[in-house]
């Protein structure tokens, strides 16, 4: 469900997090030159929503290191959100997002295709022509067949699965098709939702209008792959490449290396710069050494971009502030109020009126290692936010006590009310919101006990609500983060009451409000951005309204940039991280 998939992205960003706070054993890497050989001018947060160190200079290699490798690095499989920004080396798409800093990053623009669509107009038929001159590494054309073949493998979850499945939603709702390894017709296109005319023509037909489409056909799910080189579950160790970069080895968990795509045609893509020669990425366990390799110089960049860790972040911030940037992510961390603990809207609106949200963003790590402050359940990036939306007055980064006391009035326990807080006893900073929150709660009497639950079993706890129910889970600490930036992305899996399960629920509110079903069906038939915005903004008002969430920050990393690099720029559309496929390198 796209609920789940999600949450699948997220949880791997958390994971990922995690890794930062660990420390075991190092796999190999090259010895840099150092950092003083630098590309320009260095300056903290030089890189967010502008452009540092523009360049067209070609030449050199760009060398990543991460804390872990990609869930995988299958077009149609890969979930991670490094990988997707990776990916765009050796992927692409009929559309994509736009090489350009911050908030112009969501606008899609021509890859593959020669415009970003013609659209019926009733929203159902969408059809693209192909540009010439496209082609895959051997030199054979891109066709309207291979990106339907890439496409239909997202049906092929009993052989490749774990990738986003919105395109088999959208596309497919009664799951009728049972993707290529299973097709029956000779081509192994049977689709009904796709049409292929010819091979510079494609047609996608849907059932039902969804206005987020041309989101889904921007991610790497929605990249061609050439029958002839698929190999099934094995694709991952070396996709055969339609962008400027090809694989030229590949040991998972160790290293990573492309060189160039010598039959890629650079007047056929307006996105990618392919500045680097060769792009490296080498893997290690040990996060506390690889933020020193990258103050050192060793390498360039942090590919999981999950931050620099507690051990380096003071020496980094004090000695090396200009190569550090502190974008926004697009993750909101927050509490959850389940309606079947707390029923009671004034006893909810109290435990939000005596939140401290300046303890919680201290515990959460500060204003740069956790974020700004959140007064509601929008990320800025998200058409429809208003960051400045504050009708509980979290804002100001203290209680009210007043008004708390007077909401605990109105729900009929002015003495106060006891209740357990659920937090995942894998993720310390999780665990030190909740003791921010228990502590804050204590001033007007509301005992919240603190019940750590198995992180690895989130699915099956908090994602169950018959378990949140019996364990009287009224405040879930939780975080979550859009699979692509717009209110169906972020809020539906969230508020949406058709969306509740009994089993990997990521509406922990449990909220299902007609009203608020109703308007998502409004924006997902808008095919205009900005009239879905206006009624996201709507649904984010009855959100609060309700008083179901308190969002604590809008999340921040303190991620490091080498000295060498050019066109450093982060991107709303890569939740915060660089754009990978822009990067250049002093040699």
Not at 264 to 287: E, G, H, Q
Request: proline fraction near 6%; charge should be positive.
């Amino acid at each position: 469900m796209m609920n789940t998939s999600s949450r699948r992205r997220i949880a791997a960003g958390a994971l990922l997090a995690a890794a930062t706070m660990v420390a075991t054993t190092a796999c190999g890497g090259g010895k840099g030159s150092g950092d003083a050989k630098g590309a320009g001018d260095l300056a903290f947060n030089g890189g967010v929503n502008k452009v540092l160190n523009a360049s067209d200079k070609k030449g050199g290699e760009l060398k990543f290191i991460g804390s872990q490798d990609a869930d995988s690095w299958d077009p149609q499989r890969g979930y991670y959100g490094f990988m997707w920004d990776f990916a765009r080396y050796y992927t692409r798409q009929l559309i994509t997002f736009k090489a350009a800093p911050g908030t112009g990053s969501t606008e899609l623009v021509p890859d593959l295709a020669t415009d970003t669509g013609k659209v019926s107009p009733d929203g159902l038929t969408y059809t693209f022509t192909l540009k010439d001159g496209i082609t895959w590494e051997d030199g054979k054309p891109i066709t309207a067949q291979d990106i339907k073949y890439g496409i239909e493998r997202i049906w092929a979850q009993d052989v490749i699965s774990g990738g986003p499945i919105y395109l088999q939603q959208v596309l497919d709702p009664k799951s009728e098709y049972k993707g290529p390894y299973k097709d029956k017709a000779a081509d192994k296109l049977g689709l009904k939702a796709i049409d292929t005319p010819d091979e510079k023509t494609i047609v996608f037909k849907l059932p039902k209008a969804n206005g987020d489409f041309l989101q889904m056909l921007a991610m790497p799910s929605a990249s061609p792959v050439r029958q002839d080189k698929d190999t099934g579950a094995q694709y991952a160790l070396k996709p055969f490449s339609s962008g400027p970069y090809k694989w030229d080895s590949y040991k998972p968990k160790q290293a990573i290396k492309l060189v160039r795509n010598d039959k890629w045609d650079a007047k056929t893509d307006t996105v990618r710069k392919a500045l680097p020669d060769k792009i490296s990425v080498t893997f290690t366990t040990n996060a506390d050494d690889m933020d020193n390799r990258l103050v050192e110089g060793e390498y360039d960049i942090d590919i999981n971009a999950t931050g620099v860790g507690p051990a380096a972040r003071q020496k980094v911030l004090q000695q090396h502030k200009g190569n550090v940037d502190n974008p926004q992510t697009g993750f909101i961390r927050y509490a959850a109020f389940p309606q079947t603990v707390i029923p009671n809207i004034e006893c909810r609106k109290a435990i939000i009126y005596a939140a401290d949200t300046r303890s919680l963003q201290t515990a959460r790590g500060g204003p740069q290692a956790g974020g700004d402050i959140a007064s509601n359940m929008l990320p800025p990036a998200i058409k429809g936010a208003d960051p400045k939306a504050d009708p509980y007055g979290k804002l100001a980064g203290k209680p009210d006590l007043a008004k708390a006391k007077e909401a605990l009035q109105k729900c009929g326990k002015p003495n106060g009310f006891k209740t357990t807080i659920a937090v995942r006893n894998n993720k310390p900073v999780e665990i030190a919101t909740a003791e921010s929150m228990q502590q804050a709660l204590k001033a007007v009497n509301i005992d919240a006990q603190i019940d750590q639950y198995d992180g690895a079993q989130t699915t099956g706890i908090i994602g169950s609500p018959k378990v949140v129910k019996e364990k009287g889970y009224g405040i879930i600490i939780m975080g979550w983060g859009a699979d692509f930036p717009s209110g169906q992305g972020f809020l539906q899996p969230l508020v949406d009451g058709r969306f509740i399960l009994q089993s990997g629920n990521n509406n922990y509110s449990e909220i299902n409000d007609p009203a608020i079903n109703g308007l998502f069906d409004q924006a997902l038939k808008e095919t205009d951005p900005a009239k879905a915005g206006e009624l996201y903004k709507q649904i984010n008002t009855k959100v609060s309204d309700a008083a179901i969430y308190l969002p604590f920050t809008h999340e921040k990393n303190i991620i490091w940039r080498s000295s060498r690099l050019t066109n450093v720029y982060t991107a709303d559309a890569y939740n915060g991280r660089y754009d990978y496929a822009s990067l250049g390198v002093v040699k």
